[in-house]
């Protein structure tokens, strides 16, 4: 975005929001480390009820949210990241995290309690993010076959 030299007002105000993206970084690293000692105090108490070091199914599909949590929130930060280096929000990588977060959804769903027009959803907007994904890796294809 471009800012008028000339506006005090426009100029402050973009240096707010550039100090704020900046405090959300510094928020989501806090996140991520705490998200990482939760993934650890999980698999510490799974590890520590009977019986000891054995981890069941349903304890490894808690631990795979836990972890694919921290990785969203690691792409968040790679996001604001970015963001502030070039103040552009680049759609590849939001809907790489937005992907990972719907293959944390598919991973945690308890099929034996969910609905089966929620799965459809699920599968839905999965397939619809898929193929949008794959559309912006196409167009830079696209434009250097068109030169």
């Known amino acids: 975005m471009q800012i008028d030299p000339s506006d005090r007002m426009q100029a402050q105000l973009q240096r707010v929001i550039h100090w704020s993206v900046r405090a959300l970084s510094v928020l989501m690293v806090f996140v991520i480390v705490m998200g990482v000692i939760d993934v650890g105090w999980i698999l510490y108490q799974r590890l520590m009820m009977a019986p000891r070091f054995v981890l069941t199914i349903s304890d490894m599909l ?18 604001i990241t970015i963001y502030l ?34 799965v459809f959803a699920i599968g839905v907007v999965a397939v619809a993010m898929s193929l949008g994904y794959w559309l912006i890796h196409q167009l830079p294809r696209q434009q250097h076959l068109e030169e």
């Not at 808690?62 to 996001?79: D, K, Q, R």
């Not at 552009?88 to 991973?107: D, N, P, Y």
């Open 62 to 79: 808690a631990s795979f949210g836990a972890f694919m949590a921290v990785l969203i929130a690691i792409e968040i930060f790679i996001n």
């Open 85 to 118: 280096r070039d103040n552009v929000i680049h759609v590849k990588i939001v809907m790489a995290t937005a992907l990972m977060a719907i293959a944390r959804k598919v991973i945690i769903l308890d099929m034996e309690e969910t609905e089966p027009i929620y």
